[in-house]
Structure formats: structure tokens, C-alpha cells
């Protein structure tokens, strides 16, 4: 008991805040919302709807106005937090309320500086006020509905130009809508914690208009957003979309604060699981206060927690941790044990809790209890799998309409024919059929049919006979989009709103398209629907995971996986006749394959060939800078009460803690220099579908192609992954009593690519021959790079801030100055005790950690980068975005590391 003591309680009361505002706002915009949507994108079946539905087929690489749907989508949910303060204020939902009062509305003011009061979430992208009643619009420009809206446009516009600035307009409001849902994947934001993410200094307070707006995330999100790899790590939890509506993904109002679940088959809405199972900082715990209180909720409880251990004073709480940047830290830790979602490091708690509890017995363990970086790493391994996997399937939902059409000769003529393909049934709508037109009006678009009415067909029924009127400028059309619009499960026209939208592109890609069904290839044609076989026995998608037409008409190309050796490229025959028609009988279902050439790959010549080599420089430059203050407690004579009236009678009682200013000196330096020369090769060794991320690089066959003349060629991308150079040895200082430095441990640092050249190259190759044919890179490319590492971490053991604490005895019988030595400063908050902070020196400014400086040559052949500079299109200047948090703590800006520290 006696050591476990030593270990939770200090002797004197060391009460100190850094408070650190951080510009941003939820997940940071800039990092971690693109990344989160690009994820999601990664998880969601977009490809195959631009493809098969909409007749794109590059999928997710179709360029919209210049860039792919990914890159707007991630844009959107950029823009969604930069639009303002006030649009930002509208990303909470508090789901134990109904829709309209569960906004965010534990700051005052707010409605003041806006001049409206905040939205819930669900409110602001979806307008439903309840999980089944719908209201008018508020004002979001980027809401579902409006989404929907440039969606129809990106169908139906006249213009080429115009539908694709719609279909890109319709990913960049779609991104608005996934920002919302991966908010809720955000503890704060549904449970009514704005004040969270104001952590202004004490000696700036909010008092005025622009100190209100001056937004800052939440130490989770500041977390999250330096620490990526927890993003790419993440995987991804979907729910079903069977049966779900819109609102759904938020709040299906089944959590009531009585039944918290850890919801294994994500059943529930995001915000309503993560209310239930997770804390933000200022409601950890909260059960206790009043009801009515802004920051009450009723779970997680103390119940749900082994917090009894703590008073208790059991050892099992005290354990070693291994931090997100890789150190291994002894600590103390309350594990949520009950309730729904296990969470290990719950919350961190502070090494002054006896001195705390001493002052407020049994008072809100909030006082004590904080979320360090270990808590926002167990809290961050639960919801961000569900950040992504519910935007992903957002995205999913949004393109989940199916229709299985045809054209057809009906008794009058042409018809469109089919059934409704979707999981859902289509309500109350109207379907059309456009035609693209042709010879001079080529690219343009046009009414082919009149609007007719749809109502009650089931999953699988048939659609109503659409009859087709070919307007003159697209007479002899090939190219058809079918459009329906209207209601499509528990998504209805309400309120001016067009509904859901589905569109299926006939024709084009159609006329001959190459698909797959669960299993097997097969061949859309104007006669109908084959399948594709070779030696009698169907093409399957086990055999050959990608088909797809050669230049030749005649000619399709497939690979077989690239999972392992022995992969190979193979070459079709398709029958055909001289009218263009396939070559089979008129009551065939099948078309039969001959081979044409087999190619292994990588083949020999391939995997010989040097496509570039690259001469890596790197030099990281580590520092350590410590802050260096005094902290100052003081206590007071008091003599003892009558009947005594001896003044020397009495004792020293404690009257207060200050600290003076923080003055910052570089303690440590060393630059560590890093070299590898390599040549890239397309071998096996580095294919990263047969090897996940192999160093120094990977490869991955990106298309494939077969010319009129039988020329197969491949294009490969190549990206950096790790470098094979050992990690160098750096000490970890700290100070002792007496002030004077001391090495405490020591860290391993590495030398890491940087992302501004992601990825190195594109290489258009012979598959047979190895040759290659085109690369955007020069034949040498030279990576030059300079790297500052200089973090400035906060603890009781490994800190950069350190207080040599001395104790003030006066006006007694006993008068002294006690020296008792320097410790270092951990961040817990004063405001209940008392004490203040001095500013650190103003005059030091610390110089910049992170990138310093890049050189790339080669990296793009001569005439590509010429091009692509003179248009502004590359930019491989340093990252060197202003780290707020160092800002902060001192006076000058410093920059994120990039360093990559081990321990």
C-alpha cells in the first residue's frame, strides 16, 4: 500500500494548466476529413456504380472537371468546416434529444454571434426533425437534398460540360454530408461538449465577439490529427443499409439513456452509440450532476468503470503504457469495464487525485480525470473504424437505387423495359428515358421519352413499359440514360424535395458491356445478356478478377490475381461475324473465347528492366528545448485558536501556488544523416499485391491494355514505402533535482519518404518485352531532405517544461526559503484551487521543427515537369503548417514533426 501511495500521491499541491488552443474545428479539416473520406471511398462500391450504373469506365478514376469524385468528395468535407464558425456550430447531435433541441448548447452565445440558434447535425444535412418526419429547409446549401438535386442535373443537364460540373458538384456536397456523419465519430460532438473545443489562456478569457469565434479543437481531435496512422490503420465497421432510413445513420432513437450497447453489428445510429460508450473532457462521468446540468449524461457512469480501484488503491491500476509516439510511460488508468463498448485506458487520471479528493471529497471525477493521448488512442481504435465505415456507407446509400433496363421492341415502337433492381421498393416517383445525340449534336443530351408514373414496385417486380419517342438530334442513338425519381424506401419527396434519384446509363458501354455477376463474366449486348466461356466452362471472376475490351472489337484482355507468382495477362478471342455480331446461334446464351497469347507476369524481361533509380538524402536534425520556471507555493503563520494566545503557537497553512514565467533554452541538438541509392524494378519482390509494403518500394499494376496490333502493355504506379536504413540512437534528457541535465532513456529515430512525392512515378510498360514505354520520371531520381525534430512533450517524467519548486515560509516563528528541487510540469487544471501562470518569454522564438527543406530532381522527366509547373500543378515545397499548439506555449510559430521517433 505504501509504494502504490508513493506512486499516486505528491506531497504538496503542484496545481498547474496549459491550456492550449488549436485552430479547427471536429476531426481537422485539413488532414483528417479528407482522409477519413478518402478511406471511405476506398470502402464503398463508387467504382462499380460509375461503371455498370452510369457507364464511366474509369470509375473512381473518371476525371470531373479535371480531378476524380474522390478528390471533390474530399474537398466537400474540407469546405464544410471552412465555411464559417457559425456552419461549423451546426455539427452536433445530442442523441438523447429529440432532433430539433439536440444541437450543441453548452456555450452561451452562440445564437447571439450567428444570429440563429445552432442545428442538430441530422437537422442540417438531412432537414428531418424526427427518424420519420421531415422539415423544411435550414438554410444548408450542401444538405442530402440538395445533394440529390445536382445529382438529376449530372443525369439529365443538355451539355457534357454541364453534367459533369454536376456530377462533380454532387460528390462535393456528398463530402459536406460524410464531414457530418464522421463528426459523430467525434465523442463531443454528440454529447453537447462545444466548451471542449474553447481552451483559451486564463489570462484571455472569452469576453468579446472575436474571442468567441476563435475556434479550436478539441484535445482529441489535435490528437487524431497528429497522429494519421491511426486513421490508415483504422479498417472499417459498416452498418446495414437494409431497412434504414436517412436519419438513421445518426439516431434511429433507440439509445434512451437507460440501455448503452456495444453495438457489434452497428446497429444503432453512430451518434447514439458513441454517446453511450464514450466521454468527451467535459463529461467524464457526469451521471452525478443535476439533470439539467448542459454536461449531465448517465453514461458512461462510475459504475461502468473500475474507478473504485483508484479509492481502493488497488496496483492493478497503476501500469506501463505505450503511448502513441511509441515510449513506454508508467501511469495510472481507469478502464471502462461495463456498459457497452470495453475501452482499457478510459481515462487518464491525474497524479494530484488524493490532493483533489482531500480538498472535494466524492465530488465530479472530472476534477481528477482527463483524456491523456493513451485515452484518445483506445477512444480513437473504437470510433474510427465507425467514422469511416458509416461515411462509406453514406456513400453507398446515396447510389443505392438499382434499375435493370432494357430497350426493347414493344407494339408501338421502342420501349425501356425492366425492373426495379434496388433493396428497396420504389414508392410514389416517375421514371424517364434521355438519348444522347448524335453527329453534330454528339455530347449533348435529350428527352427521349415523356415522365411516367411509378408506384409500389417491390425488390425484383417489373417497371411500367416506358414507350421511347427518339427526338430528331437523337435519331440512331446508341446512348441512353433511364432516370427515376421519387420515393425509394423510407427516402420520400417531401417538402419541395425531388427524393431519391437513380440513373442507369444503356448503351455506349451497354451496347457490348463487360460485367461480372457474383461469379462469372458476361457480355450486355442488343440481343441480350451472355456468358463469356472458354474450353466450355465459364469465364469466372476467381480466374480472372479483371476483363475488359482490347482496341480490337475483336479482342478481350484478363488478368489473372496478382496474389502470388505465376499471374499471368491472357489475351481473348471474341467470334464475330462480319456485321460486328458475335459469332454464336441465334438461341445461344453463350460466347465462346479462344486464346490468343498468354503472358506471365512480371515476366522475366519486365521484372529486369530499371524503370528510374533514386539517391535518397535525408538529415533529421533532433533537438531537445526545455522551458524552465519557478514555482513558488507559499505558506502563512497562522497561530492556533483560543484558548491559546501564545502567537508562536500555531502552524504554517498553505496560501497559494504561482508560477513564474517559462523561459525556454535548446538543451540538446544532433543531425543524423540518412543514404540509400536503389533502382526500381516491376519484380515480384516489391509487387504489393504479393508483398504489403515492401521496402524502399511497392508496385501495383494500375490498367492493362491491348493494342489493334497486339501490343500488350501495362501501367504501373510506383509509391515509396520505407527506407532500409538503420535507426539511429538518440538520449532523452530530463532534468534532475538540482537542475542540471540527465539522460533518462533513449529513442530510436528513423528516416521516413516524404509524401509530397506520393507516388514516385507512373510507368506505361511492355508486358511482354519489359520495355518501357513512357514514365512521368526522369532515369535518376535524387530526393534531398531536411528534417527538424524538436517535440515538447508534457509529463511528470518526460517534459519540457520544468519548475524548480520552491516552498515560502512566513510570518511565524519558523521563516524560511526551502529550495526542493525541479520536477516536471504535467498539464492538469488549476482553475478550482486557485494559482496562476506567467507568460513564457516573449522574446524566444523557437525555431521551426518538422520538414525544412526538399529537393526532388527528377522526379517529374523534363518536358512533364515543365508542363505541369507552368499550369501550377506541382508543388514540392515542405509542408510547414503552423503547429498551434507550440504557438500556444510560446511565442513564435513552430511546425508539425514528420519525424518518425521509436522507442
Known sequence: MTSLRRHLGIVGTMLIVLVIPIVSSAYDDQDTHPRLTRLAFRNSSIDAVLKIELGLPDGAATALEEFPPVFWAELGATHEDSISFCNASNHFHNALKPFPAAAVSDVAGVSRICSRPPQSSVVWGTRFRSPTDKGPAVGNVYDWDSTRFSYLKALTLESTDERQEALADTFFSLGHVMHLIQDLAQPAHVRNDLASHFRPFPEFPVTSTADLLRWAASPFEKFVSRTPQLVDNAGSIRPSMLGRSLPGFWDIDFYDGTNPSDDPGAALGLAEWVNANFASDFTILTETLNPADRHYFPYPRRSSTNLNDLFSENMAIVHDVTAPDTKTDTTIHISKTDDGEIIQNFAHVSYFWRDVNLVAPGTWPGLFLQLDDVAHADHARHLLPRAIGYSAAVVDYFFRGRLDVDLADGDGGLVLVGRNAADDALGAGTLRLYADGVGSREGMRFPASAETAVDGVATGDPLPVVPVTLPPEAAGAERFVAVYTGALGAERPEGGTIGAVIGKVLGGVRVEEIFANSSAWMVRTPRGVFALTKDGLPLTTAQYPVVKWGDDESQLIARSPLTSAGATITVFRVPRKSSSDFDTPLDSTTIALSTVKTVPFPSGPVASAVVTSVNYRQSVTYREHFARSTRTTTFRWVPDPPPNTDPSQGTYVFAGSDFGPFAFALEYEQTIPFAQNFAVRLDLAHNADVTRFPPPY????????????????????????????????????????????????????????????????????????GAVVASTAGPVITHVSEDAIDDLPQGQVNSAFWAESVAVYTGGRDDRTEHQGWVGVASTNPTPFGGTIGQTTGSFALPSAGAQSRSFTGWLRADLGEAMTARGLTDVSPDMRPGPCRTARVQGDRDQPHGRLRT
Open 698 to 769: 511497392a508496385w501495383r499494376l494500375k490498367d492493362m491494355y491491348v493494342s489493334a496490333t497486339g501490343r500488350v502493355l501495362g501501367l504501373a504506379v510506383v509509391f515509396l514505402t520505407i527506407p532500409e536504413i538503420a535507426f539511429a540512437t538518440v538520449p532523452v534528457h530530463r532534468l534532475n533535482q538540482s537542475g542540471a541535465l540527465e539522460q533518462s532513456r533513449t529513442q530510436t529515430i528513423g528516416p521516413y519518404f516524404p509524401e509530397a512525392t506520393s507516388p514516385l512515378l507512373w510507368a506505361l510498360f511492355d508486358l511482354e518485352t
